[in-house]
């Protein structure tokens, strides 16, 4: 099997695997699936995700075609570096390899110029075409006009802050504080049209590749809004060199006044998204960000 034929006929993938007929190399796929370095005949390398037999239930439907989808739509835009899907098959994701390298300070500008171009790329509508997933949570996608503060509020803040509530993972302190951000969303400001965003845009979603380019992997892809990329970037650590990515981002598409006050209104909902999968362990970060995105329009109920 060489890459021509696989693009041909990319259903037969799971049988050569089933048959060993694939040089297989197990490598990380990060915290919910399996992955592997497939080697083909011609040399070529893809990359291959498939469901872990040790999560206890099947593949959740349109999870891989979703992901397929979101990546997509951002090779699309023809503006950041994105993998070409390769198969999607409800079973299993083949993506062309990625060799990776260090992060470098160039990298990163040019990833906050393509950044900025990708989501001046738009997008129709808030939400997407397909039925979303971010991690191996279902994530609704339906469609809507806005505003983004009435849509970001209630499909992306108000279904994982039910879940969270519903798996014990937040106390009744932090559950208050979300339901305030909740309440008062359209006071925070930054309503802008839909852009076409990544949507889970952590800095583990970063590819430093031996090109010298940043390429998006595991998207949550969706018309949303500019700045929660951008946010979501500062998660977990931080992005590499990400005060040369948000300057270069800058220069090419300036943020709207006020984007760093609400830097952790765009946070919090990657944050809920952790406490509905993992529970307790990111309780206290929901608190401190939703405090956060209070006080930033001076109506925060800090003593909570």
């Given amino acids: 099997m060489d890459l021509a034929y696989l693009r041909a006929h990319p259903e037969h993938l799971p049988t050569f695997l089933t048959h060993q007929r694939i040089r297989e190399t197990p490598v990380s796929g990060g915290d919910i699936c399996a992955a ?15 469901w872990p037999e040790t999560a206890g239930r099947p593949v959740p439907e349109g999870f891989f075609a979703a992901e397929a989808a979101g990546l997509r739509w951002l090779r699309e835009a023809g503006a950041v570096a994105v993998p070409e899907v390769i198969v ?13 390298g260090e992060p470098t300070p160039e990298a990163a500008e040019r990833f906050g110029r393509e950044l ?12 997407a075409e397909w039925p979303g997933f971010i991690g ?10 806005g505003p983004w ?10 279904p994982y802050l039910r879940r969270s509530v519903d798996n014990r993972a937040l106390s009744q302190s932090e559950t208050g504080l979300v339901e305030e951000v909740v309440e008062r969303i359209a006071d925070l400001g930054g309503d802008e049209p839909p852009a076409r965003i990544h949507g889970d845009l952590w800095p583990g979603n970063l590819l430093w590749g031996a090109d010298d380019r940043v390429w998006l992997v595991d998207p ?57 999968l993992f529970g307790a362990t990111y309780r206290d970060a929901v608190g401190t960000v939703a405090r956060a995105a209070l006080r930033g329009a001076g109506r925060a109920t800090v003593d909570r």
Avoid: C, M
């Fill in 36 to 50: 592997s370095r497939l080697t083909l005949d011609d040399g070529h390398s893809v990359f291959a995700k498939t």
């Fill in 88 to 100: 999607a098959l409800p079973e299993l994701l083949a993506l062309d390899w990625v060799d990776t």
């Fill in 116 to 127: 900025a171009a990708l989501h001046r790329a738009g997008a129709p509508a808030f939400g």
């Fill in 136 to 145: 191996a949570l279902p994530q609704d996608n339906t469609p809507d006009p």
């Fill in 149 to 158: 503060s009435s849509w970001f509020a209630h499909r992306r803040l108000a």
């Fill in 220 to 276: 949550a892809a969706h018309g949303g809004h500019r700045e929660t990329d951008l946010a979501q970037l500062a998660l977990f650590g931080g992005a590499p060199h990400l005060d040369r990515i948000r300057a270069a981002y800058e220069e090419t598409w300036p943020l709207a006044d006020g984007w760093r006050e609400r830097v952790p209104l765009h946070q919090l909902h990657l944050l809920l998204v952790h406490t509905a």
